[in-house]
């Protein structure tokens, strides 16, 4: 097949660096209601019905004797009551359950190359599957300090309120972006686009030649904040240059054998922390390297 050098110019702009995570809707309150009567008590009115709103402190139950009734510890609805008149309710028994369904977060699993970077009260971008044409915004409250190893890899729960939850149910599954790091007004080229050899990043800078024919000059770079897609050039590069991406055959398939490839010094030498789609710089979310002949897809 032949093939031929693609060429993109030098961008300035915003760069933001997201690390994504999957996971489902959860409610923030979700409690059992006890009772702690100090002695066996009779219940003299249940005073909510299943499914019915309640606010924290109302009342739920009141016992024959009039010693102190049973009241709401949190606002939410009542998803289940265990008790009836006359029942008998020793300490400690379970009465009820309630869930708050107009508060809530969602939960998901974020790789451990990634979980250094997240932090409480970062913000996030929430799409769920049920809504598609919906992004629900939230803010980490909560980061996890031991992963679950699924396959060798281990995955850290993170938390992320959701700041209007309208139409959300709770089980629906979601995939959540948090905002990790953003830079304004940089210089920032696809990520493919940057090379690696002997510890220097360098790029291709394409060159036609009296003859006709393209010609490439090397030009060591150096490199800031990336994503998945774009990586920030903080040395090296002027906004307008145009730099050379790796080779795309005639067929339409991308090939990154000169960006993701280990082994022969290219991209790879900077970590090998994203996992790209194919060749190109499309695919979402972080990944491992696969080392050797190049980046593991997606």
Not at 26 to 35: G, L, W
Not at 94 to 109: G, K
Not at 232 to 243: A, K, S, Y
């Amino acid at each position: 097949m032949n093939a031929k050098a693609a060429a993109v110019t030098v961008r300035k702009g915003k760069l933001d660096v997201q690390v994504s995570g999957s996971g489902s809707v959860e409610p923030v309150t979700s409690q059992d209601v006890t009772a702690h009567p100090a002695k066996t008590e009779t219940v003299d009115q249940v005073l909510v019905a299943a499914n019915q709103e309640v606010a924290a402190g109302q009342q739920l139950v009141t016992f024959t004797d009039g010693s102190d009734p049973i009241t709401a510890p949190v606002a939410g609805t009542m998803t289940s009551l265990a008790v009836g008149s006359g029942d008998r309710v020793t300490d400690g028994k379970v009465v009820a359950h309630i869930t708050n369904y107009h508060d809530v977060q969602t939960v998901v699993q974020v790789d451990e190359l990634d979980i250094l970077k997240v932090k409480p009260g970062q913000t996030a971008d929430i799409k769920v599957n049920a809504i598609p044409d919906h992004t629900y915004t939230g803010k980490v409250t909560a980061v996890a300090n031991e992963g679950k190893v699924t396959n060798g890899v281990s995955n850290f729960d993170v938390t992320v309120h959701i700041d209007a939850p309208d139409s959300l149910k709770v089980g629906m599954t979601t995939e959540a972006d948090i905002l990790t790091d953003s830079k304004d007004n940089v210089l920032y080229v696809p990520i493919e686009a940057v090379h690696s050899r002997g510890g220097q990043k360098f790029v291709l800078i394409p060159h036609n030649a009296a003859d006709g024919t393209q010609t490439a000059e090397q030009r060591t770079v150096q490199t800031g904040i990336h994503n998945e897609n774009d990586v920030e050039i903080t040395q090296g590069l002027q906004e307008g240059d145009n730099v050379e991406l790796p080779v795309v055959t005639s067929a339409g398939s991308s090939s990154a054998q000169g960006s993701m490839k280990g082994g022969n010094g290219l991209w790879g030498g900077m970590g090998g922390m994203y996992r790209m789609s194919g060749g190109g710089s499309g695919g979402k979310g972080t990944g491992r390297a696969a080392g050797g002949t190049g980046g593991a897809g997606k």
